[in-house]
């Protein structure tokens, strides 16, 4: 079975191969408070209303939580097998892919109503939508490998853009200049597609079977995750060309660069770890122990913890960035498998497949408040900036 999912805050996507988790013993945890004293320390906890949107993969739709109150509201139906999100930045607008009809669902934030379905190609499950909010990219995996664009003023899609085989991740640079569009395959390459023309450049050999990419927020440089390779490159965006593969841990599926481009890290499933990299130097540090199987890694808005859901463990481990050290690892639901934080900063969010739940962490105590049910198996998650 193959999982995948996007950080749309970042234009950050990936896709996890779930049966190469192996579960092993996680560090420690921390349980959870108990329920009533969780939802009153949760309401103090909160200040900017906010809204998250979980794609429940095999419910067909999408359930809507007000972060405020950490309250479901009703399920909004989109296509067969939603599994990405993601929100334009001014919060009116989630893009909904819908890999099993080919579509994608686009739900006004202010209604929670879903509109007309917008075709794209076969398997859609990336989107990442440009810095000024005018058009959303769709990754459509298929062995023709194509990008289909959305206008978000219409949604209306453009003409497909070919790419390489089997399209997995985007990521769009900060000036919105270049998409990157990475090629998982054993000649592991990724395809630039210039936004102003809509035009694919040559291809950028990278590592065996690539699956996640980031941008450094000062654009510079794409690091690409090789899952088989177990290596990240580095791509000079001003160039297009691939540096030395930087050695990392076995089997890496998901990474997170922190918001002063200093630090990325880099989630190894079957090591068990995480890498940091210093993007000055493109060397790899000691690695961070984690939970069984981490497969997904995110990074709090003021860059102080890098937050890693354990597949294998039904934990996250909350990583200092200042020091590298991991915390007590937070016990969560069964196979967390994305995380998405509110805009201060003050929660994060886990969905939990096989629970069918969502859980909140209070990022000032790493506590984790009462789960929340939604859809079953979810599995995306993006939150209205």
Same mark, same amino acid.
């Given at each position: 079975?193959?999982?995948?999912?996007?950080?749309?805050?970042?234009?950050?996507?990936?896709?996890?191969?779930?049966?190469?988790?192996?579960?092993?013993?996680?560090?420690?945890?921390?349980?959870?408070?108990?329920?009533?004293a969780a939802a009153a320390a949760?309401?103090?906890?909160?200040?900017?209303?906010?809204?998250?949107?979980?794609?429940?993969?095999?419910?067909?739709?999408?359930?809507?939580?007000?972060?405020?109150?950490?309250?479901?509201?009703?399920?909004?139906?989109?296509?067969?097998?939603?599994?990405?999100?993601?929100?334009?930045?001014?919060?009116?607008?989630?893009?909904?892919?819908?890999?099993?009809?080919?579509?994608?669902?686009?739900?006004?934030?202010?209604?929670?109503?879903?509109?007309?379905?917008?075709?794209?190609?076969?398997?859609?499950?990336?989107?990442?939508?440009?810095?000024?909010?005018?058009?959303?990219?769709?990754?459509?995996?298929?062995?023709?490998?194509?990008?289909?664009?959305?206008?978000?003023?219409?949604? @209306?899609?453009?003409?497909?853009?070919?790419?390489?085989?089997?399209?997995?991740?985007?990521?769009?640079?900060?000036?919105?200049?270049?998409?990157?569009?990475?090629?998982?395959?054993?000649?592991?390459?990724?395809?630039?597609?210039?936004?102003?023309?809509?035009?694919?450049?040559?291809?950028?050999?990278?590592?065996?079977?690539?699956?996640?990419?980031?941008?450094?927020?000062?654009?510079?440089?794409?690091?690409?995750?090789?899952?088989?390779?177990?290596?990240?490159?580095?791509?000079?965006?001003?160039?297009?060309?691939?540096? @030395?593969?930087?050695?990392?841990?076995?089997?890496?599926?998901?990474?997170?660069i922190t918001p002063d481009g200093?630090?990325?890290?880099?989630?190894?499933?079957?090591?068990?770890?995480?890498?940091?990299?210093?993007?000055?130097?493109? @060397?790899?540090?000691?690695?961070?122990?984690?939970?069984?199987?981490?497969?997904?890694?995110?990074?709090?808005?003021?860059?102080?913890?890098?937050?890693?859901?354990?597949?294998?463990?039904?934990?996250?481990?909350?990583?200092?960035?200042?020091?590298?050290?991991?915390?007590?690892?937070?016990?969560?639901?069964?196979?967390?498998?994305?995380?998405?934080?509110?805009?201060?900063?003050?929660?994060?969010?886990?969905?939990?497949?096989?629970?069918?739940?969502?859980?909140?962490?209070?990022?000032?105590?790493?506590?984790?408040?009462?789960?929340?049910?939604?859809?079953?198996?979810?599995?995306?998650?993006?939150?209205?900036?």
């Amino acid at each position: 079975m193959i999982r995948r999912f996007i950080i749309p805050a970042i234009g950050l996507a990936l896709v996890t191969p779930v049966a190469l988790v192996t579960p092993i013993a996680s560090a420690a945890s921390v349980a959870p408070a108990a329920p009533a004293a969780a939802a009153a320390a949760w309401g103090a906890a909160r200040a900017v209303p906010a809204t998250a949107y979980i794609a429940n993969l095999d419910s067909g739709n999408v359930t809507p939580i007000r972060t405020a109150a950490n309250k479901a509201g009703q399920a909004i139906r989109t296509g067969g097998g939603p599994e990405f999100i993601a929100i334009t930045p001014d919060g009116k607008t989630a893009y909904v892919a819908n890999e099993e009809p080919g579509t994608v669902t686009p739900i006004r934030t202010a209604t929670n109503v879903a509109g007309p379905a917008i075709k794209v190609g076969h398997f859609p499950f990336a989107i990442a939508i440009t810095p000024d909010g005018a058009a959303a990219y769709v990754v459509n995996d298929n062995f023709a490998g194509t990008v289909t664009p959305i206008r978000t003023a219409t949604n @209306k899609a453009g003409l497909a853009i070919k790419v390489g085989r089997n399209p997995v991740a985007i990521a769009i640079t900060p000036d919105g200049s270049t998409a990157y569009v990475v090629n998982d395959d054993q000649v592991g390459s990724v395809t630039p597609v210039s936004i102003a023309t809509g035009k694919a450049g040559p291809a950028i050999r990278v590592g065996s079977f690539p699956q996640a990419i980031a941008i450094t927020p000062d654009g510079s440089t794409a690091y690409v995750v090789n899952n088989f390779a177990g290596t990240v490159t580095p791509i000079s965006t001003a160039t297009n060309k691939a540096g @030395k593969a930087i050695k990392v841990g076995q089997q890496p599926v998901a990474i997170a660069i922190t918001p002063d481009g200093k630090t990325a890290y880099v989630a190894n499933s079957r090591s068990g770890n995480v890498t940091p990299i210093s993007t000055a130097t493109n @060397k790899a540090r000691k690695a961070i122990g984690a939970g069984g199987g981490p497969g997904f890694i995110a990074i709090t808005p003021d860059g102080s913890t890098a937050y890693v859901a354990n597949s294998g463990s039904g934990t996250v481990t909350p990583i200092r960035t200042a020091t590298n050290v991991a915390g007590p690892a937070i016990t969560v639901g069964s196979e967390p498998f994305a995380i998405a934080f509110t805009p201060d900063g003050a929660a994060a969010y886990v969905t939990n497949a096989l629970s069918d739940t969502v859980t909140p962490i209070s990022t000032a105590t790493n506590k984790a408040g009462p789960a929340i049910k939604v859809g079953i198996d979810p599995g995306a998650i993006a939150i209205t900036p």
